[in-house]
């Protein structure tokens, strides 16, 4: 890529980011208030959160040994379609839980390809020794998404606790339109010649046998299965408690906003407190925080304690990100991050599968405690990792040592 396509070519990657992050974070919840609006119990909402995971889990190495051949654009492509049509199937058959359920993995299939067509175009145009800043730039614009989607619960025309859910959806329909169009003026990466690839199997056995790699994603699944578990629970918080929907959707924009700010600021943080100490104390801040969500506080309490949440939480993803980046050779990354993504898919379906009958005894309240737990072993999970992932990056800006 020339240097005065570059600016260009960055700004429609962030733009990208952006809008698949806003269209995931508003259909997510609204599925949420949508199953439980056709009579669907708490426990079946993690069935809803497994459904966006378990198809994007199965296409994930698929698609990254994919993208290293032909580029990231067509992946960009296919994921606007599949975005398109879980907002479609959800507005026009959301009284059905099945049509809910099947809008669900479309969702979670369409955006497992744009993500890793974003990452792989970010990773593939960065210099080593600048992963921290750059990941950290796009899971800001991605957190910009984040934060805005909530929003979208905060529109008039639905009750007192439930948001206007075929308004919502429609909405979300028109940005996948936008993300199509959007898609369109992406540009795959510079492809990388090789003379003979390795398969896929044997290049993500190759990447799995690195020293400290299979406890770090570990940490990164269960981080970001907190992320979701948060996502689809805190609404039934809300519908357990008598908390207007107005009130939930700022909650996750707080937490949104909170994780844009610490990952704006990565780079610094790496340098200052080094990527081992960052990743195992946010995670473990994380986890207090989810626990302290059971106990019956105001509504303004919650608020503060899902800012906190939003900021330590923020901080592993882009991290495990870099590290990954660093560790891939050209013209595999984009294989590489979709062994992170299926790894993070693993967490996303297994732990909210489980974590899901909790419900059924305790309610909202202890699915969130239970996630606290689990977070502890993600902190002791990262802490593992120390070695490998280093601590902050050398003052000529070359990576960390492995």
């Not at 969702?107 to 210099?127: C, F, K, P, R």
């Not at 959806?169 to 540009?187: E, K």
């Not at 689990?374 to 593992?384: D, H, I, K, R």
Request: glycine share 10%; net charge positive.
């Amino acid at each position: 890529m020339s240097t005065g396509r570059r600016p260009r070519a960055t700004l429609f990657v962030l733009a990208h980011a952006v809008v698949i992050q806003l269209i995931t974070f508003a259909m997510r919840p609204t599925l949420s208030y949508a199953v439980l609006d056709v009579g669907g119990s708490p426990a079946l909402l993690g069935v809803v959160v497994a459904a966006f995971a378990v198809p994007a889990l199965l296409l994930a190495l698929p698609a990254g040994h994919v993208i290293d051949r032909i580029g990231e654009r067509p992946s960009l492509l296919v994921g606007a379609g599949a975005l398109i049509a879980a907002a479609l199937i959800a507005t026009l058959a959301r009284n059905s839980v099945w049509a809910l359920l099947l809008a669900t993995m479309l969702l979670g299939v369409g955006h497992l390809l744009s993500v890793i067509g974003e990452q792989a175009i970010v990773a593939n145009t960065t210099s080593r020794g600048q992963y921290d800043s750059r990941f950290g730039h796009f899971t800001f614009a991605s957190a910009i998404g984040q934060t805005a989607g909530p929003l979208l619960l905060a529109l008039p025309g639905g009750t007192v606790e439930t948001p206007p859910v075929e308004l919502i959806f429609i909405l979300c329909g028109a940005f996948g339109i936008v993300l199509l169009a959007i898609s369109v003026f992406v540009r795959s990466s510079p492809h990388v010649h090789v003379e003979s690839r390795p398969r896929m199997l044997s290049s993500a056995l190759s990447l799995l046998r690195t020293r400290g790699l299979p406890r770090a994603l570990i940490a990164g699944s269960i981080v970001l299965a907190s992320v979701d578990l948060f996502l689809a629970y805190l609404p039934a918080l809300g519908h357990d408690r008598k908390i207007a929907a107005v009130l939930i959707s700022a909650m996750l924009v707080v937490r949104s906003m909170f994780s844009m700010f610490s990952r704006l600021f990565l780079g610094p943080m790496v340098r200052v407190f080094g990527r081992k100490r960052l990743m195992v104390w946010t995670i473990a801040i994380s986890a207090v925080v989810l626990i302290c969500f059971a106990a019956p506080l105001p509504a303004a309490a919650l608020m503060v304690l899902s800012a906190v949440y939003g900021f330590a939480i923020g901080t592993c993803q882009p991290i495990t990100m870099s590290w990954i980046s660093e560790l891939a050779t050209p013209g595999s990354r984009g294989l590489a991050m979709s062994l992170r993504l299926a790894s993070n898919r693993l967490g996303q379906t297994v732990l909210p599968s489980l974590l899901g009958t909790v419900a059924a005894a305790t309610g909202a309240a202890g699915v969130l405690v239970a996630t606290g737990i689990v977070l502890f072993g993600g902190a002791w999970s990262g802490a593992a990792v120390g070695e490998v992932l280093g601590e902050a990056g050398n003052d000529d800006g070359a990576p960390d040592a492995i």
